[in-house]
């Protein structure tokens, strides 16, 4: 991998670490091991943002995420995120998401939060992986219920590198600002009864109750889902350079599974799902299945 894509994650990590302080140049020079006026022109080239923009947008997302989780003052959040004042945080939090801080507080709606996707991983995606050393795998039965699925529809994508180049990747931002019945955002592989005409096949969502009101944002769509049995494919933890190999390690014993094992066969009637790629967890994607014979 290139030493000027290294060089920009490094920057990247150091601003994670210190997000709480005063984030110089100087100090994203020092991390990044180039001069500071290389850092800057590195940063910005590969992330399409300043190292100011980047800090601040971020700053502001884990501000939306601290009053909607934890109902913590306003001032707090402001001073615990390194802004300058109160009314500096306000002023930004509206700018950046179209209301005000101590509104979202009282009343948390969809906003498109800021996910900094590591440079390196763009890189990742392009190398060849080596799967003679394979992953263990872990296979279990699960029971989902009756659902529905806030969705933002791409239109060709079957992938989520194609799904982002079509709509782009602040939807999970979104998504992650928005209530879920398993606390996170879902990606999905829709069968064609679930698809409109001219729409992908890879979408990303929340999966919410089958009733009550719940928000749908501007561009979404909802689809009801069934209750419905899943294979759950779940790898080993893997350091986040690794994801590209545990994503297919996972995927590669996934095609090879006979579920008559289990007595059950495939229902390819209903989507396939894949959860956020996270280390600590391992790749997690779930395929529908039904009793043999039906």
Known sequence: MKEQILAVQRMQEYIEAHLSEEITLAGLAQASLFSPWHSYRLF???????????????????????LRAEHVRVVDVAADLGFGSVDGFQRAFLREFGCNPGDYARTPVPIPLFIPYGVKFRE???????????QSVFVQLVRKPARRAVIRRGIRAEDYFAYCAEVGCDVWGLLMSMDSLGGEPVCLWLPESYRKPGTSVYV?????????????PEGFDV?????????MFQGEP????????????????????DPAL???AWDDSQPRIQLEPRGERGYIELRAVRPAGR
């Open 223 to 231: 689809i009801t889902l069934p209750e419905t049995e899943y294979l």
């Open 124 to 134: 990742l995606r392009k190398e060849v992986i080596d799967m003679e050393a394979l």
């Open 44 to 66: 910005r080239a590969h992330l399409g943002l300043t190292p100011a923009e980047y800090v601040r947008r971020l700053r502001l997302s884990r501000s939306a995420m601290r």
């Open 238 to 257: 893997f350091r986040e350079e690794d994801y590209c190999a545990a994503i297919l390690a996972v995927q590669h014993a996934m095609a090879r599974y």
């Open 204 to 216: 990303q969502g929340v999966e919410v109750p089958p009733e009550g009101d719940c928000p749908v």
């Open 262 to 264: 289990i007595g059950h």
